[in-house]
Protein backbone atom coordinates (compact mmCIF):
# COMPACT_ATOMS: atom_id res chain seq x y z
CA UNK A 1 0.00 0.00 0.00
CA UNK A 2 1.34 3.39 -1.22
CA UNK A 3 2.28 5.60 1.97
CA UNK A 4 2.67 9.36 2.18
CA UNK A 5 3.79 11.15 4.82
CA UNK A 6 3.39 14.71 5.64
CA UNK A 7 5.62 16.53 8.25
CA UNK A 8 5.18 18.72 10.65
CA UNK A 9 1.47 17.16 12.11
CA UNK A 10 0.56 20.91 13.12
CA UNK A 11 2.44 24.52 12.44
CA UNK A 12 1.63 27.82 13.93
CA UNK A 13 3.38 31.11 11.98
CA UNK A 14 2.96 34.54 13.02
CA UNK A 15 0.85 36.27 10.30
CA UNK A 16 3.21 37.74 7.65
CA UNK A 17 5.96 34.54 8.30
CA UNK A 18 6.76 31.45 6.20
CA UNK A 19 5.08 28.53 6.79
CA UNK A 20 7.28 25.46 5.08
CA UNK A 21 5.24 22.33 5.07
CA UNK A 22 6.58 18.81 3.59
CA UNK A 23 5.52 15.29 1.93
CA UNK A 24 7.11 12.21 1.31
CA UNK A 25 5.74 9.30 -1.27
CA UNK A 26 6.75 5.56 -0.73
CA UNK A 27 6.47 4.87 -4.02
CA UNK A 28 8.83 6.12 -7.27
CA UNK A 29 5.71 5.40 -9.51
CA UNK A 30 4.35 8.84 -9.06
CA UNK A 31 3.14 11.14 -12.00
CA UNK A 32 2.58 14.27 -10.23
CA UNK A 33 2.87 15.52 -6.35
CA UNK A 34 -0.10 17.56 -5.79
CA UNK A 35 -0.89 20.39 -2.53
CA UNK A 36 -4.55 20.73 -1.62
CA UNK A 37 -5.83 23.07 0.97
CA UNK A 38 -9.38 22.18 3.50
CA UNK A 39 -11.17 24.89 5.60
CA UNK A 40 -13.12 23.66 8.34
CA UNK A 41 -16.38 22.58 6.87
CA UNK A 42 -15.57 22.47 3.39
CA UNK A 43 -13.98 19.47 0.83
CA UNK A 44 -10.20 19.87 -0.01
CA UNK A 45 -9.51 22.30 -3.01
CA UNK A 46 -6.33 21.67 -5.09
CA UNK A 47 -3.65 24.71 -4.72
CA UNK A 48 -0.93 23.22 -7.31
CA UNK A 49 0.68 20.38 -8.91
CA UNK A 50 4.21 19.77 -9.41
CA UNK A 51 5.64 17.17 -11.76
CA UNK A 52 9.13 18.09 -12.70
CA UNK A 53 12.52 18.58 -9.94
CA UNK A 54 12.83 21.73 -8.67
CA UNK A 55 10.98 24.95 -7.70
CA UNK A 56 6.97 25.92 -8.89
CA UNK A 57 5.48 29.46 -8.01
CA UNK A 58 1.97 30.37 -7.99
CA UNK A 59 1.57 33.76 -6.00
CA UNK A 60 2.57 32.76 -2.32
CA UNK A 61 3.14 29.40 -2.70
CA UNK A 62 5.86 27.76 -3.63
CA UNK A 63 6.30 24.27 -4.29
CA UNK A 64 9.74 22.44 -4.15
CA UNK A 65 10.28 18.78 -5.94
CA UNK A 66 12.95 16.05 -5.48
CA UNK A 67 12.59 13.38 -7.87
CA UNK A 68 15.04 11.08 -6.15
CA UNK A 69 14.03 11.74 -2.79
CA UNK A 70 10.62 11.32 -3.14
CA UNK A 71 10.30 14.87 -1.42
CA UNK A 72 7.87 17.88 -2.31
CA UNK A 73 7.63 20.37 0.04
CA UNK A 74 5.37 23.96 0.28
CA UNK A 75 6.22 26.71 1.19
CA UNK A 76 4.06 29.91 1.78
CA UNK A 77 5.39 33.41 2.12
CA UNK A 78 3.39 36.34 3.59
CA UNK A 79 1.27 34.22 5.21
CA UNK A 80 -2.10 35.30 6.40
CA UNK A 81 -4.78 33.95 8.82
CA UNK A 82 -6.95 33.33 5.54
CA UNK A 83 -4.47 30.38 5.03
CA UNK A 84 -5.14 28.86 8.18
CA UNK A 85 -6.48 25.22 7.40
CA UNK A 86 -5.06 21.64 6.88
CA UNK A 87 -2.90 20.92 4.28
CA UNK A 88 -3.06 17.84 1.93
CA UNK A 89 -0.02 16.60 -0.03
CA UNK A 90 -1.60 13.81 -2.69
CA UNK A 91 0.40 11.97 -5.04
CA UNK A 92 -1.25 10.63 -8.53
CA UNK A 93 0.16 7.11 -9.52
CA UNK A 94 1.36 5.94 -13.07
CA UNK A 95 -1.07 7.07 -15.62
CA UNK A 96 -2.74 3.72 -16.13
CA UNK A 97 -4.58 3.95 -12.72
CA UNK A 98 -5.46 7.28 -12.31
CA UNK A 99 -5.53 6.73 -8.29
CA UNK A 100 -4.72 9.21 -5.98
CA UNK A 101 -3.19 8.61 -2.78
CA UNK A 102 -3.33 11.53 -0.12
CA UNK A 103 -1.47 11.88 3.07
CA UNK A 104 -2.13 12.88 6.77
CA UNK A 105 -2.13 16.22 6.42
CA UNK A 106 -0.72 19.58 8.27
CA UNK A 107 -2.74 21.82 10.09
CA UNK A 108 -1.74 25.16 9.67
CA UNK A 109 -2.70 27.76 12.10
CA UNK A 110 -1.32 31.66 10.96
CA UNK A 111 -1.33 33.69 14.08
CA UNK A 112 -2.58 37.56 13.66
CA UNK B 1 -16.56 25.56 -11.51
CA UNK B 2 -16.53 22.05 -11.02
CA UNK B 3 -19.34 20.54 -9.22
CA UNK B 4 -19.62 17.57 -7.40
CA UNK B 5 -22.70 17.01 -4.63
CA UNK B 6 -23.18 14.31 -2.40
CA UNK B 7 -26.13 13.34 -0.09
CA UNK B 8 -27.20 12.68 2.40
CA UNK B 9 -24.81 15.44 4.27
CA UNK B 10 -25.71 14.15 7.52
CA UNK B 11 -26.45 10.26 8.47
CA UNK B 12 -27.30 8.31 11.74
CA UNK B 13 -27.06 4.66 11.01
CA UNK B 14 -27.14 1.91 13.35
CA UNK B 15 -24.93 -0.68 13.54
CA UNK B 16 -26.14 -3.43 11.28
CA UNK B 17 -27.97 -1.27 8.69
CA UNK B 18 -27.32 -0.87 5.27
CA UNK B 19 -26.14 2.79 4.28
CA UNK B 20 -26.08 4.22 0.89
CA UNK B 21 -23.49 7.57 0.46
CA UNK B 22 -24.54 8.81 -3.17
CA UNK B 23 -22.48 11.55 -5.35
CA UNK B 24 -23.47 13.27 -8.95
CA UNK B 25 -21.31 15.41 -10.27
CA UNK B 26 -21.49 17.55 -13.38
CA UNK B 27 -18.47 18.06 -14.51
CA UNK B 28 -18.35 15.04 -17.08
CA UNK B 29 -15.71 13.33 -15.62
CA UNK B 30 -14.55 9.56 -16.52
CA UNK B 31 -12.93 9.40 -12.87
CA UNK B 32 -14.85 9.49 -9.56
CA UNK B 33 -13.59 8.86 -5.82
CA UNK B 34 -14.92 7.82 -2.35
CA UNK B 35 -12.33 9.18 1.00
CA UNK B 36 -13.34 8.80 4.25
CA UNK B 37 -11.38 11.68 6.31
CA UNK B 38 -10.44 10.73 10.32
CA UNK B 39 -8.03 12.51 12.67
CA UNK B 40 -4.57 11.28 12.38
CA UNK B 41 -5.16 9.38 9.11
CA UNK B 42 -5.87 12.33 6.61
CA UNK B 43 -7.54 11.20 3.81
CA UNK B 44 -7.61 7.09 2.90
CA UNK B 45 -9.46 6.35 -0.31
CA UNK B 46 -11.95 3.64 -0.61
CA UNK B 47 -12.89 2.48 -3.93
CA UNK B 48 -12.73 4.76 -7.33
CA UNK B 49 -14.02 4.25 -10.93
CA UNK B 50 -12.23 4.88 -13.91
CA UNK B 51 -16.70 5.59 -15.28
CA UNK B 52 -19.44 3.97 -15.88
CA UNK B 53 -19.66 0.25 -14.91
CA UNK B 54 -16.05 0.36 -13.33
CA UNK B 55 -15.44 0.38 -10.02
CA UNK B 56 -11.64 -0.57 -8.38
CA UNK B 57 -10.86 -1.03 -4.70
CA UNK B 58 -8.63 1.67 -3.40
CA UNK B 59 -6.83 1.05 -0.37
CA UNK B 60 -9.38 0.53 2.48
CA UNK B 61 -12.22 -1.35 0.41
CA UNK B 62 -13.33 -3.67 3.35
CA UNK B 63 -16.53 -3.45 4.48
CA UNK B 64 -17.97 -0.92 1.57
CA UNK B 65 -18.97 -1.34 -1.64
CA UNK B 66 -19.37 0.70 -4.78
CA UNK B 67 -21.16 1.68 -7.51
CA UNK B 68 -21.05 3.42 -10.86
CA UNK B 69 -24.03 3.07 -12.60
CA UNK B 70 -23.53 6.50 -14.89
CA UNK B 71 -20.93 8.84 -15.77
CA UNK B 72 -22.61 10.97 -13.13
CA UNK B 73 -23.09 9.46 -9.98
CA UNK B 74 -21.02 7.10 -8.11
CA UNK B 75 -22.44 5.42 -4.45
CA UNK B 76 -20.37 3.75 -1.65
CA UNK B 77 -22.40 1.62 0.22
CA UNK B 78 -22.36 -0.13 3.72
CA UNK B 79 -24.05 -3.26 3.32
CA UNK B 80 -23.59 -3.75 7.20
CA UNK B 81 -22.43 -0.23 8.89
CA UNK B 82 -20.20 -0.61 12.43
CA UNK B 83 -19.63 2.08 14.41
CA UNK B 84 -16.05 2.05 12.80
CA UNK B 85 -17.40 3.53 9.96
CA UNK B 86 -18.08 6.47 11.72
CA UNK B 87 -16.20 9.46 9.75
CA UNK B 88 -16.66 12.14 7.29
CA UNK B 89 -16.67 10.55 3.70
CA UNK B 90 -15.68 12.96 0.41
CA UNK B 91 -16.55 12.08 -3.27
CA UNK B 92 -14.41 13.76 -6.03
CA UNK B 93 -14.21 13.79 -9.69
CA UNK B 94 -11.15 14.33 -11.45
CA UNK B 95 -9.65 13.45 -15.08
CA UNK B 96 -6.44 11.77 -16.50
CA UNK B 97 -3.64 13.80 -14.22
CA UNK B 98 -5.79 16.91 -13.56
CA UNK B 99 -6.93 18.56 -10.59
CA UNK B 100 -9.60 16.27 -8.21
CA UNK B 101 -13.18 18.35 -7.22
CA UNK B 102 -14.15 17.36 -3.84
CA UNK B 103 -18.08 17.46 -2.64
CA UNK B 104 -18.50 18.82 0.75
CA UNK B 105 -18.65 15.35 2.86
CA UNK B 106 -21.07 13.54 4.16
CA UNK B 107 -20.84 13.09 8.25
CA UNK B 108 -21.69 9.14 8.95
CA UNK B 109 -22.58 8.50 12.59
CA UNK B 110 -22.70 4.21 13.15
CA UNK B 111 -24.20 3.58 16.56
Known amino acids: QQKVQQSPESLSVPEGGMASLNCTSSDRNFQYFWWYRQHSGEGPKALM?????GDKKEGRFTAHLNKASLHVSLHIRDSQPSDSALYFCAVSLSSNTNKVVFGTGTRLQVLP | EAAVTQSPRNKVAVTGGKVTLSCNQTNNHNNMYWYRQDTGHGLRLIHY???????EKGDIPDGYKASRPSQENFSLILELATPSQTSVYFC??????????FGEGSRLIVV
Open chain 2, 49 to 55: SYGAGST
Open chain 2, 92 to 101: ASGEGQNTLY
Open chain 1, 49 to 53: SIFSD
